[in-house]
């Protein structure tokens, strides 16, 4: 039986910061321009001093990165690119070593179109079991020479591509959601469940901490493939959040479950509203899902009140606070658009970088006070904003070719952390004859006084605000605790205490407004004058 004397216990994930490392563009250790693992590993200590759990990292598997690795050809190995199989379970090891944890991401949904399996279908012809992995199917009109149905792929243009058999005749057609080097997975298949399995033991097996699973709600589809014209708006699309789904997530659950580490599955589902994700995270499923609900909510202190509410009431701190990751605009860039505050926009004002700033110091004093586990995206603890400006030509984000350049895609986000403001190429990669090439990606100049090493030891910089900010969390907060108590204030404020006495307040009125009574300033975002705490400032008080 258990002791009900026995504090407590809730999982490191339950209220752990993650950090997002987009691994292409974190740290580069060999010098080709491209974030690595040997960069990765150089870096954990300051990860540890910034003060994070856990490290995600995004697809380090073999892959042709048509989709910067979200296209996968082995999922038991990893990419030469980023290094080798003995380094990342030495990156594992070296992570624990550090008191981190580390989780992986997992891309079930589809393989690279040079995965062996892919290839094995092309060659063994219709009505093969080899095709039956994926989603063949006869192209319609008299010649087949029209898609089997109407569905689009994620990333712009017709989601099937019309293969050419064997005999070298115009064969049939395959369904990818993303790009056409994306082939989707039939789930309905037994052989990819097996095979998916395996796979989460071959990393569970290495020690991995757990999950982050890509598009985590397309992987089963209506199998009759139904056009979508005319679909009714709010009803989920054929290939969306369909109820097989859970049979998948309980089995992989039952298997993280069964290793000695605690593990953690965080599902990427960009289910509106955030209630759509309660019925994966009743207990024997995923543990958490992003709350891209949050994430997407405008710098509005009644938007994001409801949004916290909802949150909390529907999904308990399931839901973990983010702000931004490698497929979104930065929320800095976003915050700095007047008038568009958060979400995305088609065609973008240019965004007051001062005011941005200043809203994201805020932000994440606010996410970092709520109950529950929070993600950040590596990058924006130096207070980097979305480069809007890449020359079209250096573009790789696959969405930019599939819509015919309209839509310049991801590739904003996703570029190459400044380390060192005084080397070249801001010390993305090492220095002297390793260096083979600058970063994949041009950095902003500007950016010099936004590296690691010019904003260390900085009182005003974004990465010492950060630094702050999770030392408080950690020693202040009950994490154990997930109540949240609003307090009374003027429209356009934020106030709420936590259990361990922490009142987080946070002021998007537009004008000063008197601090609420209290016995200290833990931490602000902005220099609180005469106690005063101007537009845009949260402070966090006991
Ligand atoms: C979501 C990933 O975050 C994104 O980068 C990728 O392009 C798609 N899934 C397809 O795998």
């Known amino acids: 039986m258990a002791d009900p004397a026995a504090p407590h216990r809730v999982s490191w994930h339950h209220s752990a910061v993650i950090y997002e490392v987009y691994l292409r563009s974190f740290a580069d250790g060999s010098g080709d321009g491209v974030g690595d693992l040997a960069g990765v590993r150089a870096r954990l200590p300051y990860l540890r001093d910034l003060g994070v759990d856990a490290l995600w990292i995004t697809p380090w598997y073999v892959s042709p990165m048509a989709d910067g690795g979200y296209d996968v050809a082995d999922y038991r190995d990893i990419d030469p690119l980023f290094g080798t199989l003995a380094e990342a379970e030495a990156l594992i090891e070296a992570t624990h070593s550090s008191g981190l944890k580390i989780i992986t991401d997992i891309v079930p949904n589809h393989c690279s179109d040079k995965h062996p399996w892919f290839a094995a279908a092309l060659a063994a012809g219709p009505g093969s079991p080899e095709r039956a992995r994926f989603w063949f199917r006869p192209g319609r009109g008299a ?57 989460l033991r071959f990393w569970l097996d290495r020690d991995i901490d ?158 970092l006070a709520l109950p529950g586990s929070a993600y950040i995206y590596q990058g924006e603890e130096l207070g980097l904003w979305e480069v809007e400006d890449i020359p079209d030509e250096l573009i790789a984000d696959p969405i930019f070719e599939r819509t015919d350049h309209l839509v310049r895609g991801r590739d904003g986000c996703r570029v190459p952390l400044p380390w060192q403001a005084d080397a070249a190429g801001f010390g993305f990669g090492p220095a002297g004859p390793a260096r083979t090439a600058g970063p994949w990606l041009p950095q902003p100049p500007a950016w010099k006084s ?47 205490r936590r259990p361990g006495g922490l009142l987080c307040v946070v002021n998007i009125s537009g004008q000063d407004i008197a601090l609420p009574p209290h016995d200290a300033v833990l931490l602000a975002s902005a220099d609180l004058a005469d106690g005063k705490l101007s537009p845009d400032t949260a402070a966090w008080l006991s």
């Open 143 to 199: 010649g087949g020479e029209l898609p089997p149905n109407d569905w689009t792929s994620m990333f712009g243009g017709p989601a099937w591509t019309r293969i050419t058999e064997p005999d070298g005749a115009p064969g049939e057609w395959y369904l990818h959601l993303y790009a056409r080097e994306q082939p989707d997975l039939n789930w309905d298949n037994p052989e990819v469940r097996a095979e998916f399995e395996s796979i």
């Open 450 to 496: 936004l590296a690691a090493d010019a904003e260390d030891g900085d009182r005003q910089s974004m990465l010492e605000l950060y630094r702050a900010a999770l030392r408080l969390r950690r020693t202040r907060d009950r994490l154990d605790d997930d109540t949240l108590d609003w307090q009374d204030t003027p429209d356009g404020v934020l106030a709420f």
């Open 210 to 367: 757990g999950f982050r699973i890509d598009v985590a709600d397309f992987l089963v589809k209506d199998p009759r493939l139904p056009d979508v014209a005319g679909w009714p708006e709010d009803a989920p699309k054929p290939w969306e959040a369909r109820d097989g789904l859970h049979a998948i997530y309980r089995s992989w659950r039952k298997i993280i479950d069964s290793y000695p580490r605690e593990g953690l599955l965080v599902g990427e589902m960009w289910l509106k509203p955030l209630t759509r994700l309660r019925p994966y995270l009743t207990g024997d499923e995923l543990h958490t899902a992003f709350n891209f609900d949050y994430l997407g909510t405008p710098w509005d202190a009644a938007r994001l009140r409801a949004v916290i509410d909802l949150t909390l009431t529907s999904i308990g701190t399931a839901g973990p606070w983010v702000l931004s990751n490698h497929d979104v605009t930065r929320h800095l860039t976003r915050y700095g658009r007047a008038g568009t505050g958060g979400g995305w926009h088609p065609d973008p004002p240019p965004p007051d970088l001062a005011l941005g700033t200043r809203r994201a110091r805020a932000a994440i004093l606010l996410s």
